[in-house]
């Protein structure tokens, strides 16, 4: 038989097969633990403060304005991670940025917990999130580098992995908490970070220099420096749909324990419905981009998810412990536009070229403004002592992003409007 084949007639592997074992098992199953452990770490310093925030910010001294400071600070450092990294990665590759960035999340957890003012626990928080920032635009590059004949299995596994970072900790922070105090229930997720160096210690020794010399998959990051995205309907649509998601997301995983804990509910269902906010955004995340190639325009897809945000919104604040678990699902299932503006990004370019210039200006954008979400939702809550006012501005939100999906979906190509 040929080497295309998969197997012989008698069942044996073909040489093909064989030599594919041999890839996988001499350098890559390292690589695959590097990138699960870093999936891993991605989120974790978010969803396990949230649950926390008002009994930290009860020793600490901190009202509840600065829970909007730590609400914002995620999607700032993620905006900021997108100048950085490609700097990093010009001047120490791929994988050593990974190194870097695991690095710089397990310190900025575990010497936050350790210090005792707000200050210090805002400036770690910083340094946390900017190496999971870091994190989010290398890993992907990384999976295209040594994963590209599996890229969506590998990807479908990270994507898993993210979600699992995002779901544990807010499951599990409430009870730890009790039992050990804040500082240790916030601080354990610090392993997380250090235990993802090792692998990469073991792929850096396994490369030997050779990954600053290899500059596969880079085209994801250096972008070309066309100058003519921020011209394009498409590219301002993407970043709006992106942004305002992006928004809306963050202000409900700073705001939705303090919500429910208004309306009568522990801290530790807080959490747990917080966690399931997660668990549903797995579920869209794992759906949404299958569903959106099925689409010529996806735009009717983007009005479900609307409609969803503003049933979840109206339940929150009419009756929120009715039926807290319907609020949290339909809440849970708005947010499928930010796995849909990630696959429209490849759809919606002709090019590697455009599609890096699009997905930076994108996220850049798109985080940049998100930023505000948090802060803008806590500040309206302290001023009007309700959440009526908080919840009208994710409404104007949802606005924003119909009006900006309404052109991220429209059948044409980035290059086609640019110019």
């Known amino acids: 038989m040929t080497a295309t084949l998969q197997k012989t007639p008698t069942g044996q592997e073909t040489p093909q097969v064989e030599q594919r074992r041999r890839a996988l098992t001499e350098g890559r199953l390292l690589v695959l633990a590097a990138i699960v452990m870093s999936a891993l770490t991605l989120r974790v310093a978010v969803t396990a403060f949230s649950p926390l925030a008002e009994r930290i910010g009860a020793d600490v001294g901190y009202g509840t304005a600065v829970v909007g400071v730590f609400g914002m600070i995620p999607t700032a450092m993620f905006a900021l991670s997108g100048l950085l990294t490609p700097v990093l990665v010009r001047r120490l590759g791929l994988e050593r940025t990974a190194l870097v960035a ?17 200050a210090e626990l805002l400036v770690f928080s910083a340094l946390a999130l900017a190496g999971m920032g870091i994190g989010n635009v290398v890993i992907p590059p990384l999976v295209k580098r040594y994963f590209a004949d599996r890229v969506a299995i590998v990807s479908s596994l990270y994507i898993v992995m993210v979600q699992l ?31 993802a160096v090792v692998p990469w210690l073991g792929v850096l020794r396994d490369r030997r220099g050779r990954d600053v010399q290899d500059t596969t998959a880079l085209g994801a990051i250096d972008a070309p420096r066309t100058g003519r995205v921020w011209r394009s309907p498409v590219a301002w649509g993407m970043a709006g749909m992106f942004g305002m998601t992006s928004l809306i997301t963050y202000a409900m995983f700073t705001w939705l324990p303090k919500i429910l804990s208004d309306a009568g509910a522990s801290a530790g269902f807080g959490g747990s419905m917080l966690a399931l906010f997660a668990v ?23 009005i479900g998810c609307a409609v969803f945000f503003i049933a979840a919104f109206v339940g929150l604040i009419v009756a929120p412990m009715s039926a807290p678990i319907l609020w949290v699902v339909l809440l849970g299932l708005g947010p499928s536009t930010f796995p849909m503006a990630l696959t429209l990004i490849n759809l919606r370019t002709n090019t590697p070229g455009g599609s890096a210039a699009l997905s930076g200006f994108t996220q850049g954008v798109g985080y940049a403004v998100a930023c505000i979400g948090p802060l803008l939702f806590g500040v309206l809550h302290s001023v009007t002592g309700g959440w009526i006012a908080p919840f009208a501005l994710l409404g ?24």
């Open 396 to 419: 104007v939100a949802v606005l924003v992003l119909l009006a900006g999906a309404w052109q991220a979906c429209k059948p044409r190509m980035l290059e086609d409007t640019w110019n």
């Open 102 to 118: 695991m690095l710089m999340a397990g310190t900025g957890q575990l010497v936050r917990v350790l210090l005792s003012g707000t």
């Open 280 to 302: 549903v955004g797995l579920v869209a995340a794992l759906s949404a981009p299958t569903v959106v190639t099925r689409f010529r325009n996806p735009f009717p897809v983007v």
């Open 165 to 195: 970072g995002t779901v544990v900790p807010a499951f599990v922070a409430v009870p730890v908490a009790d039992a050990h105090g804040w500082r240790i229930s916030l601080g354990l997720w610090a392993i997380l970070g250090f235990a």
